[in-house]
């Protein structure tokens, strides 16, 4: 289906649709048709699907072993599309359907002109060893781990290709591991959904396909920042690794990879339309944990390692991998605070612990039953 689909169609955008029919009600026209129009938009509304296959045209993408990783990926995408196309009540559009080059940010207008329910980016991994192998998933967050940047740095370097990139992408440079910190705030809202669909595809990597499980991560991908709904980046294998790029690069490889995606992609529809739980998802092969709440102990520390007007889940992903965090409301401000603590020795560590992370601007906090007090009459409670 072609990327331009639906685009002026009032089904495309709910919110026109919906204006549309409270003007018919206060002019006083037709009052049972609202009625009709909107059990009608219920039925028909698709579950809509943004394909990006990575790369294309003048950017080839990763060349290990010879391999187009720009052909792969297109393949791929094609061939999910075809699958989910089948299914009813499902709609998928295409960033790309043939060899061209499309902007990081353009393939993110795509998908949000259209209120997409989900973007999935599908590309080819690369890496210096020739002996690694396995799919990965990511979503959008700080990279942990020098790997996760090398992996976001290569796929975000595109932008190099394309003109004006100063100016779109806010002087954002993909060189830079801290440049990724801007990347975050805008995709905080669905950053549990696309947890969720980004596990429900590793998992179908895993026991469908039995590949390596290099688990659900997060780094600094420039085109997942932009889009305004649950978004995925997936790294089907490595190029590099001669047994891996060989089966990518088969039609039997990219069919597999298509099924084992395109299955994981509707199981995901399920678990949103059936209310998946937060707990049940997986982050880098750790259970993700609920957020801590502030302890009634008599006195007790926390370490405060931000304050912000966003309101970002409580996990460790959103704090450079720290655990615990729990969130605190002051006004209008949001601030989080790592471990617990009921000694102020036990406190001091947990301070070295998060400025060693790069918070070194964290302070210590006390609080006596459940309410804050000055960290001095803390002190002075102590002694």
Same mark, same amino acid.
């Given at each position: 289906?072609?990327?331009?689909?639906?685009?002026?169609?009032?089904?495309?955008?709910?919110?026109?649709?919906?204006?549309?029919?409270?003007?018919?009600?206060?002019?006083?026209?037709?009052?049972?048709?609202?009625?009709?129009?909107?059990?009608?938009? #219920?039925?028909?509304?698709?579950?809509?699907?943004?394909?990006?296959?990575?790369?294309?045209?003048? &950017?080839?993408?990763?060349?290990?072993?010879?391999?187009?990783?720009?052909?792969? %990926?297109?393949?791929? #995408?094609?061939?999910?599309?075809?699958?989910?196309?089948? +299914? !009813?009540?499902?709609?998928?559009?295409?960033?790309? &359907?043939?060899?061209?080059?499309?902007?990081?940010?353009?393939?993110?207008?795509?998908?949000? +002109?259209?209120?997409? &329910?989900?973007?999935?980016?599908?590309?080819?991994?690369?890496? !210096?060893?020739?002996?690694?192998?396995?799919?990965?998933?990511?979503?959008?967050?700080?990279?942990?781990?020098?790997?996760?940047?090398?992996?976001?740095?290569?796929?975000?370097?595109?932008?190099?290709?394309?003109?004006?990139? @100063?100016?779109?992408?806010?002087?954002?440079?993909?060189?830079?591991?801290? *440049?990724?910190?801007?990347?975050?705030?805008?995709?905080?809202?669905?950053?549990?959904?696309?947890?969720?669909?980004?596990?429900?595809?590793?998992? !179908?990597?895993?026991?469908?396909?039995?590949?390596?499980?290099?688990?659900?991560? $997060?780094?600094?991908? /420039?085109?997942?920042?932009?889009?305004?709904?649950? !978004?995925?980046?997936?790294?089907?294998?490595?190029?590099?690794?001669?047994?891996?790029?060989?089966?990518?690069?088969?039609?039997?490889?990219?069919?597999?990879?298509?099924?084992? /995606?395109?299955?994981?992609?509707?199981?995901?529809?399920?678990?949103?339309?059936?209310?998946?739980?937060?707990?049940?998802?997986?982050?880098?092969?750790?259970?993700?944990?609920?957020?801590?709440?502030?302890?009634?102990?008599?006195?007790?520390?926390?370490?405060?390692?931000? #304050?912000?007007?966003?309101?970002?889940?409580?996990?460790?992903?959103?704090?450079?991998?720290?655990?615990?965090?729990?969130?605190?409301?002051?006004?209008?401000?949001?601030?989080?605070?790592?471990?617990?603590?009921?000694?102020? @020795?036990?406190?001091? $560590?947990?301070?070295?612990?998060?400025? *060693?992370?790069?918070?070194?601007?964290?302070?210590?906090?006390?609080?006596?039953?459940? +309410?804050? /007090?000055?960290?001095?009459? %803390?002190?002075?409670?102590?002694?």
């Amino acid at each position: 289906m072609h990327q331009d689909f639906l685009s002026n169609s009032p089904f495309c955008k709910p919110v026109k649709l919906r204006r549309f029919i409270f003007v018919l009600v206060c002019c006083g026209a037709f009052v049972l048709i609202p009625t009709m129009f909107t059990s009608v938009f #219920a039925q028909q509304k698709p579950f809509l699907v943004v394909l990006d296959a990575g790369h294309g045209g003048h &950017d080839s993408g990763n060349r290990g072993n010879g391999y187009f990783e720009k052909k792969i %990926a297109l393949n791929i #995408a094609l061939k999910i599309g075809a699958q989910l196309e089948q +299914k !009813s009540g499902v709609k998928v559009i295409y960033t790309r &359907d043939k060899d061209v080059f499309v902007d990081l940010i353009e393939r993110a207008n795509i998908a949000n +002109k259209v209120d997409a &329910d989900l973007f999935v980016s599908i590309h080819c991994d690369a890496f !210096s060893s020739s002996q690694a192998f396995g799919a990965g998933t990511f979503v959008l967050g700080l990279h942990e781990n020098e790997r996760n940047f090398k992996v976001a740095q290569k796929e975000n370097s595109v932008i190099f290709l394309e003109e004006n990139y @100063e100016q779109k992408y806010d002087g954002f440079d993909p060189n830079d591991p801290e *440049s990724v910190i801007s990347l975050i705030l805008m995709q905080e809202t669905y950053l549990d959904q696309s947890i969720a669909a980004a596990n429900t595809i590793q998992q !179908s990597f895993v026991n469908n396909l039995k590949r390596k499980d290099r688990t659900v991560k $997060q780094a600094g991908f /420039i085109v997942l920042k932009y889009t305004y709904m649950p !978004s995925v980046l997936v790294e089907t294998g490595f190029l590099t690794n001669s047994s891996e790029g060989a089966f990518l690069n088969s039609s039997k490889g990219q069919n597999q990879m298509a099924n084992a /995606i395109s299955s994981a992609i509707l199981n995901y529809r399920d678990l949103l339309q059936a209310g998946v739980q937060k707990e049940t998802l997986t982050l880098e092969n750790k259970p993700v944990q609920k957020e801590v709440i502030i302890s009634n102990s008599d006195l007790i520390f926390k370490v405060q390692i931000a #304050a912000s007007g966003n309101r970002l889940a409580a996990e460790g992903y959103n704090f450079k991998g720290l655990t615990p965090i729990s969130r605190e409301k002051s006004g209008k401000m949001y601030r989080y605070f790592y471990q617990t603590a009921f000694t102020y @020795e036990e406190a001091q $560590q947990h301070l070295k612990m998060a400025q *060693s992370k790069g918070y070194t601007n964290a302070f210590v906090v006390a609080y006596k039953s459940g +309410k804050k /007090i000055a960290l001095s009459e %803390a002190l002075r409670l102590l002694k």
